[in-house]
């Protein structure tokens, strides 16, 4: 029998999917505006944040659902087919939430008191922290500017990762020789968002730069997220690398569906120039087809079998090896790789009708290809799981 955190798991699942597929009709009817601006629309973020969609991996100490891995996936994938954009902030706040998990739980309960508090932040240590303290309070002096701040605009909190700085200018190190990475918790009104977020695609992100200057932050409300101990169970023994390349890949994933579904509704519909036969009756329409969907359903298939095996080890043994971390970054790059190929020959098959703004395929397109870029699902992964799956001397730091 199914133990009784399973069926648990199974019905949020199922919650969390049908408000994806409550809210699908009103994204995709935003999408023009939600491009147009840049950024999502604050009573677009606060629906989704609402419908309990940014709480996916948030504490349930803390009020969040504390999902599995599979449903977090699943429902960013929904959410993509419906606006990449959005799903894009929506994995965005849920990754960058994960800090609460980590900090002193008496400051995340303050943090985390609103049902709906949304969240941003980046990982990387674009910032510098010096130690100080003011007022009888321990705590960091931080500067800092991070790029790709994908939903600063409406968040209420937002983090950016920290090397702290010893006395003399140079970074502490922690055991091993390590630097010693914070990340930071400001609140939305601490920060300088400069507007540098004019890109190829997921244009609504408002992915822009944000930064900080000479601002106290309490050391309660920082956290060293690769070496301080998180809250016990399954979710928080994910790596966070991991958790955020599968919020890439499920979004890669999603816009690599709707170009497949886009172009089979315009195959039935389209007679190319200089053709008696609809595109959906050239035989090099219908292998284009095939192989696209043998490689999406292939690549999707890669990545929910690494997160459940990796799911249950972290239920059953309490703990995720190194060869389960290898496993999800391979397959997460991979699958991004992958719909980025898929898009590519969608768009090619189209032809000229997929070069125009009213088709879905050009979005696709330029959201996919942004997607590619971030560096947790770079080429470089594959040089790093190579290494093990070779059983060579490897860095799995990043993993």
């Known amino acids: 029998m199914p133990r009784e955190s399973e069926v648990a798991g199974r019905s949020m699942r199922g919650q969390l ?19 147009s601006r840049r950024s999502l629309p604050q009573d677009i973020a606060a629906e989704l944040a609402a419908a309990g969609l940014y709480r996916m991996l948030t504490p349930a100490a803390l009020g969040g659902h504390e999902v599995d891995v599979h449903t977090f996936v699943t429902v960013i994938e929904r959410l993509a087919r ?69 939903g600063c605009l409406n968040a209420d909190y937002v983090t950016g990762g ?18 010693n990475v914070r990340s930071m918790v400001f609140s939305a009104d601490q920060i300088e968002i400069h507007d540098t977020w004019h890109s190829l695609g997921l244009r609504g992100t408002g992915s822009n730069e944000f930064g900080v200057h ?12 690769m070496t301080d101990t998180p ?8 790596p966070l690398f ?28 389209k007679t190319p120039q200089g053709s008696t036969r609809l595109l959906a009756e050239r035989p090099s329409t219908q292998e284009h087809v095939a192989r696209a969907e043998a490689r999406w359903r292939a690549a999707r298939a890669l990545v929910l079998e ?9 239920v059953e043994t309490e703990g995720i090896s190194t060869e389960h971390k290898r496993d999800i970054r391979l397959a997460t790059t991979f699958a991004t790789e992958e719909a980025a190929a898929v898009v590519n020959r969608m768009h090619t098959t ?50």
């Not at 601002?215 to 956290?223: C, G, H, K, M, Q």
């Not at 870029?373 to 799956?389: A, F, P």
Request: proline share 6%; charged share 15%; hydrophobic share 50%.
């Open 17 to 35: 999917m049908d408000a994806a597929e409550r809210l699908a009709p009103r994204l995709q009817a935003a999408t023009a505006a939600i491009e």
């Open 82 to 150: 419906a606006d990449a954009s959005a799903a894009w902030c929506t994995f965005i706040s849920c990754t960058s939430a994960l800090v609460g998990a980590y900090l002193p739980q008496t400051e995340a309960r303050v943090l985390f008191a609103h049902p709906e508090v949304k969240w941003a932040g980046v990982f990387a240590p674009r910032g510098q922290a010096h130690r100080v303290t003011r007022d009888g309070v321990e705590g960091f002096m931080v500067s800092g500017r991070w790029p790709w701040g994908s």
């Open 162 to 179: 920290c090397l702290v700085l010893d006395a003399n200018g140079k970074p502490e190190a922690l055991a091993g020789g390590t630097p």
């Open 214 to 225: 000479e601002l106290f932050v309490p050391a309660a409300r920082s956290t060293a997220l």
């Open 231 to 238: 809250l016990p169970g399954p979710l928080y023994r994910f």
């Open 242 to 269: 991991g958790l955020l390349g599968l919020g890439i890949a499920a979004v890669a994933l999603g816009v690599a569906r709707v170009a497949i579904d886009s172009l089979i509704e315009l195959a039935t519909k």
């Open 306 to 314: 690494a997160v459940d095996a990796a799911w249950s080890a972290a």
């Open 350 to 399: 189209a032809g000229g009708s997929a070069v125009f703004e009213a088709s879905p395929i050009q979005r696709c397109l330029r959201d996919v290809h942004v997607a590619t870029q971030h560096m947790m699902v770079g080429e470089s992964t594959y040089e790093v799981t190579g290494r093990l799956l070779l059983g060579l001397p490897t860095n799995t730091a990043m993993l």
